[in-house]
């Protein structure tokens, strides 16, 4: 659809997502250029119809179609869409140290294509908003943030990126190589000018920075709180990755004496400009100031699992009443990358964790939507289907041979099988019947491989090589 059209949904099973929980069988959505317009039970009002018949509204047949809110990515690593199957049977520190060098060998054109390629899955899978994390910044190698921010402009998605950093070697009793951190002032600098130049506050942005110092093993805590002290001063969030596994947790309890969280909370780093990814092992105590501080949790169930690190309480935090987003997680630790799944496998691990009333499928979608909506601070705008938000949609066929037999269209998308028809973001078709409008996917599978071969380690990876 072109920017000032009128876009009419009808006849299809709308899940709003709004606070009241409000699902239309057979409802209609109705979006004018960014915005959603109407939304409810049966037909669009009159006044659609009537432009509808003028030739000045498209109406899209909803029959045998889920429409939902699109899904809000809130934790990623674009760059290892390039770098993925390696370190399969380790730890994460073995994973990361094998990883690390592959990283450092990044420029910002195999950037920009594994950036591209990996954008584009994620919309084919629902994705309408995602965040990223790049913490590896070697010298020399053109602008590496720009890279990945054209992409995700080039393939139509909202769009957070986060400045990472790392600043503590391994000659400081850091994990990372020395070859792959930077000073405290260059990360501080560079976080100041991304945020000069790439941050929107508007309601309708499609681009936001964050600050990210990677985790408590590979920055030093002056750099937290300097980082937290200018995101703090310019009005941007803060993320970073806790309490993944249980060799994070002793690194800290022997070298501060405290557990990750208590570690973050004594840098001041919980609050309601701050979300974490994994959070996989809190205790009771760390899971109420979690809620009690407003701080936002992103959930990666699939890497969590990938990784073998453990299982996040997420029905614990639910009940506290902390913010929970999903994440899909760098590529690396989820080879598959689909954001479709991540809500699939929520609702599976809190259950093998807590039981069977631990989630349901309504859940695990607020989760994927609102959940990831708060962890970004775009709840008044993203998230739920709502009149005045903005038209960032995911339309799910439910009558094709994965799930036109399954009673419940939510139960179809979370348990069962599905594929999406449409995306919508800011009111701009980025996938129609199934296919990305935006970029050839042949021409992105391609390029990624050659920028995999461009890091490929010298030597190969894999045995047969
Ligand atoms: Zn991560």
């Known amino acids: ?34 915005h959603i317009v109407a939304v409810g039970s049966g037909p669009a009002p009159q006044s659609y119809q009537d432009a509808i018949a003028r030739g000045e509204a498209i109406r899209v047949d909803g029959s045998g179609r889920l429409v939902t809110a699109g899904f809000v990515n809130s934790h990623h690593h674009l760059n290892q869409w390039i770098t993925r199957g390696y370190a399969t049977d380790t730890t994460l520190f073995g994973w990361l140290t094998t990883l690390y060098p592959i990283w450092a060998r990044l420029n910002a054109e195999s950037l920009y294509a594994s950036s591209a390629a990996n954008l584009g899955w994620l919309a084919l899978t629902g994705c309408t908003t995602s965040m990223d994390h790049q913490y590896v910044y070697p010298s020399g190698v053109g602008d590496l943030l720009e890279a990945e921010i054209t992409a995700a402009r080039d393939i139509g998605v909202r769009f957070h990126p986060t400045r990472g950093s790392m600043n503590l070697g391994q000659s400081d009793g850091g994990l990372p190589p020395d070859s792959v951190v930077e000073t405290m002032d260059a990360i501080l600098a560079a976080s100041e000018s991304a945020i000069d130049r790439w941050h929107d506050p508007a309601f309708d942005a499609m681009t936001r920075i964050a600050l990210a110092p990677c985790s408590p093993f590979s920055v030093t805590g002056e750099l937290m709180r300097e980082s937290a002290a200018l995101a703090r001063a310019r009005g941007v969030r803060l993320h970073t990755h806790i309490s993944e596994t249980l060799d994070e947790e002793a690194f800290c309890l022997e070298k501060f004496g405290l557990t990750p969280p208590q570690y973050l909370e004594s ?9 974490l990814a994994h959070c996989v092992h809190l205790s009771d105590e760390a899971v109420s100031r979690f809620a009690a501080t407003g701080t936002g949790v992103a959930h990666c169930p699939t890497s969590n699992g990938r990784l073998g690190s453990g299982a996040a309480p997420i029905r614990a935090l639910l009940d506290a009443g902390a913010i929970v987003g999903l994440g899909v997680d760098g590529a690396a630790s989820n080879e598959s990358g689909r954001m479709l799944d991540e809500l699939h496998q929520a609702l599976l691990v809190a259950r093998v964790r807590d039981g069977e009333l631990a989630m349901n499928a309504r859940e695990a979608l ?62 701009r078709a980025v996938v129609a019947g199934g296919e990305l409008l935006t970029a050839d996917v042949e021409t992105l599978a391609r390029n990624a491989a050659a920028a995999a071969a461009s890091v490929r380690p010298a030597g190969g990876s894999v045995p047969w090589t």
């Open 366 to 427: 607020a989760l994927a939507t609102m959940g990831g909506a708060r962890c970004l601070g775009r709840q008044e705008e993203l998230g739920s289907l709502e009149v005045g938000k903005l038209a960032d949609i995911a339309v799910w066929r439910i009558d094709d041979l994965a799930g036109a037999s399954i009673e419940d269209p939510v139960v179809t998308l979370v348990i069962g099988a599905t594929t999406l028809d449409r995306l919508y973001v800011n009111g």
């Open 267 to 275: 840098l001041g780093w919980l609050g309601p400009d701050v979300w």
């Open 1 to 34: 659809m072109t920017p000032d059209a009128v876009t009419v949904i009808e006849g299809a099973h709308v899940v709003t997502g709004d606070a009241g929980g409000r699902e239309y069988g057979s409802g209609h959505l109705v979006v004018q250029q960014t």
